[in-house]
């Protein structure tokens, strides 16, 4: 159990610290004086951008950890983690079940989190691997350590109605279309793939009702569609989040500028859309002003590529045949006229 540390703990705090081994994995080796601890504690324990707690098993005190806010140069807030099990308690599990914890707590939750550990400190870098943490860089002889969650966009578009009514995503209807045929829930379905592959992932579903805006349900939207559909194949709820007010590709690709600007999403982000899509996302992205924000922080990742690596005997021959037809051919084409209209400056932007 976590508590917060109080002036009471001063004496054991004192003693944690000046451990040998302590010591020799905090940047500071030097052995700390008492009266230097508890000025440390004095202000730790008043300053708002710090939180010590101490950690208990079974009642006892078995270590301490605490959480510093930051925020560093690009203007993003960071949290950073510190621990120390007590010395007779090491070796047993509690480091795993503090870090677990201290993880677990409402101020983290979706915040960008750091942990500066040496690189000769296995229990640490072991610790921190379990809990999804991994290597950013090294500074100063240690290793910066990130949880970074990995967040997976989707960007929805196309919708029909299916013949019990319900609302669904895209999967070749509509073949005679203007603008060819759209394979929509293939990103649904590849986006729960990836999922199960890393439960930890957050889950954005992009889109609000978009040209169908006339013909759909009031507060039916994209976003929703799909979110309905992921819970279907087992994604948590908890880990998909709605961003239903963009009506096009390049507000949703806006909208996703937004979040990372507001520290909503961060590190290592992926849009998943069909490959047929992808080249004109990534020219969206080269030639408009979300550049600045977007080039370089986004994986485009095609959810026919995903299908084909992890469901294969379900998706092969569907994406291999709609692949042949003059629908699909059709699409191709007209994305390709997109493509070549964004690099003329000729696109029109919503
Ligand atoms: C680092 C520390 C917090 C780990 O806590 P702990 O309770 O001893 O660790 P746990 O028992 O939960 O073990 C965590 C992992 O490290 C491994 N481990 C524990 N002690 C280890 C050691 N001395 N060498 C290598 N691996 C070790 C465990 O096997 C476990 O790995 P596993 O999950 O793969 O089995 C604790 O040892 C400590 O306080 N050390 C001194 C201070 C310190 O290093 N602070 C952190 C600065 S970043």
Redesign the pocket.
């Known amino acids: 159990m976590l508590r917060k540390a109080t002036k009471e703990d001063g004496q054991r705090l004192f003693e944690w610290r000046n451990d040998p081994?302590?010591r020799q994995?905090s940047l500071n080796t030097a052995p700390v004086e008492q009266a230097e601890h508890e000025r440390w504690l004095t202000k730790s324990l008043a300053n708002p951008n710090r939180t010590l707690f101490i950690f208990e098993e079974n009642g006892t005190p078995a270590g301490t950890c605490r959480i510093d806010r930051e925020v560093e140069k690009d203007g993003r807030e960071v949290f950073e983690l510190?621990?120390?099990?007590a010395p007779e308690q090491?070796?047993?599990?509690?480091?795993?079940k503090m870090l677990g914890e201290l993880l677990a707590l409402e101020t983290l939750r979706g915040k960008l989190v750091k942990?500066v550990?040496k690189s000769d400190?296995?229990?640490?870098v072991?610790?921190v691997e379990?809990f999804g943490f991994h290597f950013d860089r090294d500074e100063k002889e240690t290793g910066i350590w990130l949880l970074q969650k990995k967040t997976i966009v989707i960007l929805g578009g196309g919708l029909f109605k299916d013949s019990d009514g319900r609302w669904r995503t895209t999967l070749g209807e509509n073949q005679s279309g203007h603008f060819g045929v759209l394979n929509d829930r293939l990103r649904v379905v590849a986006c729960a793939e990836l999922w199960k592959e890393n439960k930890n992932s957050q889950i954005i579903s992009s889109g609000g009702q978009g040209k169908l805006k006339n013909i759909l349900p009031v507060g039916l939207t994209s976003s929703k569609v799909i979110k309905d559909e992921l819970l279907e194949l087992g994604v948590s709820a908890k880990n998909i989040t709605e961003e239903n007010k963009s009506g096009t590709t390049f507000e949703q690709l806006r909208a996703i500028k937004e979040m990372i600007e507001n520290g909503k999403i961060f590190g290592n982000i992926h849009i998943i859309s069909n490959n047929y899509h992808l080249p004109r996302i990534q020219a969206m992205i080269e030639h408009s002003d979300i550049s600045a924000v977007l080039s370089g922080k986004i994986n485009l990742v095609g959810a026919e590529d995903v299908l084909l690596r992890l469901l294969p005997d379900q998706w092969k021959e569907f994406i291999e045949q709609s692949k042949k037809s003059e629908a699909m051919k059709k699409r191709v084409e007209s994305e390709k006229k997109g493509v070549e209209q964004i690099k003329n400056g000729l696109y029109k932007f919503a």
Not at 82 to 85: A, D, F, G, K, L
Not at 90 to 96: I, V
Not at 121 to 124: C, F, G, I, M, R
């Open positions: 081994k302590t994995q510190s621990w120390t099990i090491r070796g047993k599990g509690l480091g795993k942990a550990i400190n296995l229990a640490s072991k610790m379990k």
